[in-house]
């Protein structure tokens, strides 16, 4: 590294901007995932539905958010849509709003493994005690079902993090933008980029981890 | 509002068919190239981590672990702005785009196969060897297949995933689908109708990709009895198996 001659004063004068800049990547990855475990359980269970009025259009849905990759969806909501006059969002709404979308597609089918995995006895002796479809749902089923969502649920975090850096490329004022106009003053963009790539890996390395330490430990004391 | 899709004009799209056509096949061809790598590069991490050497294995295990914290996007940018300005040369895009792709990848894979190595029954292996198959046979006849049929389901996953990822490549300009679709909406000023027909297109090669992945699944599981449950349980469009944990690629 000390190779190139690592100018670290760069990355000194500007940490601020630099961490403001990450902090607003984190806030997009959450309030988007927020989004996509809303929207993934009734997407769910419309995905189970008998009715093809709810199966299909919920089906197309999650093929759609899986189906299509997260900069396409990203650029657009932010041009296409604006183009059209249909609404124009700011960076930061478009950011959410993609992730959350492309998020409750994958949050959909993992919301429906869980489901599937809860076995048919639990839906039988449900019914059979005289709970109502709901009832038995909201008390007995689902909570079981959380249980397995949970660790899936961490990696798609990790994963719209990592789609969180992407947003950039649409004006957000992440850490990556910060670093490009910095970068372009001063021409120090290995200091910079290195700086953000660092900060950013190590936020998603943490993120990972954690998700890998609660796949080992919600998958304790489960039969297989 | 409803006046507005009035003045949608896919014409050019249909004019610049060849142009988004070359996009495609950069796109197929970066996408075959990078996963085999990472296949490659899977099996090699995997081995690793298999490794009977401490040191060996605990590099493995880091490398899996750092590698699948990486963002694509980050990697790119790292690489191309940072450290070629940095070294004082530039790299190619398609190449480096495959490097990327390829690395991030086959920590994916590598976990993939290590589960499905051990998701194998021991008992098969005990049983092979008492009635006195040579080690190599029972590798190459009993385990491998099995371990095949176990792992596809999730490979198939990364393959349509690494497809996908494949649009970020256009950020460090190499000319698949998404940046010839974005150059000719700036040519003809229709973001709408060029980026809906990439989303079609990507939405087109992703399901031709899933069926035939589950047509090589059903080949992969043909002598086994538990096929036709799997195969019902899969039915849903795009579940290509349950997506493992240990594999949620972006």
Known sequence: MLVFGFDYSVISDNQDALLDGLVLTVEVAALGFLLAVVLGLPLALAGRSRSPLARVPAMLWIALARGVPLLIVIFWLYYAAAQEGLFSLTAFVAGVLSLGLTGSGYMAEIYRTALSAVPVGQYESAAAIGLSRITAFRVIILPQAVRTAIPPAMNLFVMLLKGATL????????????????????????????AAAVLVIAVTLVAALGAGLVERRFSKGVRR | MTGAFAALDF???????????????????????????????????????????RPIAWAGFLLIQVLRGIALYVLLLWMFFGLASAGGFQFEPIPAGILALSLLNSAYLAEIFRAGYEAVPP????????????????????????????????????????????????????????????????????????????????????????????????????????????????????????????????
């Open chain 2, 11 to 53: 014409g050019p799209v249909w004019e610049m068919r060849s142009e988004l056509l070359k996009g495609i096949w950069t796109m197929v061809l970066i996408s075959v190239v990078s996963f085999a790598l990472a296949i490659v590069g899977g099996l090699i991490l995997a081995g690793m981590r298999q490794s009977k050497s």
């Open chain 1, 167 to 194: 947003l950039s490329v649409i004006g957000l004022a992440d850490m990556f933008y910060t670093a490009k106009l910095v970068a372009v003053n001063e021409f120090k963009p290995f200091e910079l980029y290195t």
């Open chain 2, 123 to 250: 008992g098969q292996k005990e049983a092979a060897l008492a009635v006195g198959l040579p080690r190599r046979t029972w590798f190459a006849r009993i385990h491998l297949p099995q371990v095949t049929q176990i792992t596809l389901p999730a490979m198939g996953n990364v393959f349509v995933d690494n497809i996908k990822d494949t649009s970020i490549l256009s950020v460090i300009g190499v000319t698949e689908l998404l940046r010839e679709s974005q150059r000719w909406a700036q040519f003809y000023q229709l973001p709408f109708e060029f980026y809906t027909a990439a989303a079609v297109i990507y939405l087109a090669i992703v399901t031709l990709v899933t069926f035939g992945w589950r047509r090589l699944e059903r080949r992969a599981g043909r002598h086994l009895d538990t096929t036709r449950q799997v195969r019902r349980s899969r039915a849903l469009i795009f579940g290509i198996g349950a997506r493992s944990e240990t594999a949620t690629a972006p």
